[in-house]
């Protein structure tokens, strides 16, 4: 795998630290803690893949960021990475208008919806926005993150995404939230943002890719 080759390179100081924003085509990613009964419906090819968490779904209209830095450099604490980059796409919804918010128990990044149905207990409705999973090898990081912008929800209807089942929380997207934003002013703002909270250094290196 391409992002296994430049996670050793870097482990060796053979090649910058890489951030990687694309979109795939559509597919179900199973990671580490992955439930068999959470595919309900194989509409996708499945692929299981290292990062951690569960099920979850990539397909068009979601900006995939593959975050490829050495923590030995900045935090050796995984939960602190986890935390700042669910800053940053806390930071990237902010710049279109979007208030969002981190669970402590449910990784990721989330919308409250009080237009919806209360959960059982009376909890306001949460939908997920961008999912987290990652991985590190000597301390160097890879996979990272998904952020729905214009994706077919209905996709998700084939997985408990993440694991989640309760009524009350469930997925959404920018276009779902009624924000029309394309990936390029998405891929501005993350920028920016990532710059702000990882820092500005030649070591970084942006790549860009179409459907893969």
């Known amino acids: 795998m ?38 309900l419906d194989a509409r996708f090819p499945l692929h299981r893949i290292r990062r951690g968490g569960q099920l979850t779904y990539h397909g068009p209209g979601q900006r995939i960021a593959y975050v490829m830095l050495n923590l030995s450099h900045r935090q050796r604490d995984v939960r602190a990475f986890v935390y700042h980059l669910e800053d940053w ?16 128990s449910r990784v990721g990044v989330w919308v409250r919806r009080p237009d919806k149905a209360p959960g059982a207990l ?23 993150l998904a952020l729905n912008v214009a994706t077919d929800l209905s996709h998700y209807s084939g997985i408990n995404p ?39 250094t030649k070591e970084q290196e942006l790549i860009e890719n179409d459907l893969i």
């Open 2 to 39: 391409q992002m296994e080759q430049r996670v050793e390179q870097i482990i060796k100081n053979q090649a910058p630290e890489t951030l990687w924003l694309l979109e795939h085509t559509a597919l179900y990613t199973a990671g580490a803690s992955a439930k068999e009964h959470d595919l």
């Open 89 to 104: 796409v806390i930071a990237t919804l902010a710049d279109f208008g979007v208030q969002s918010l981190r669970h402590p």
């Open 122 to 144: 009376g909890e306001v409705a949460e939908d997920k926005i961008a999912a987290i999973g990652v991985q590190l090898r000597h301390w160097v990081s890879f996979h990272g």
């Open 162 to 200: 993440c694991g989640v089942k309760e009524k009350h929380l469930g997925v959404t997207s920018l276009r779902d939230l009624g924000i029309d934003a394309d990936l390029a002013s998405i891929d501005d703002s993350l920028r920016k943002n990532f710059i702000k909270l990882f820092g500005s």
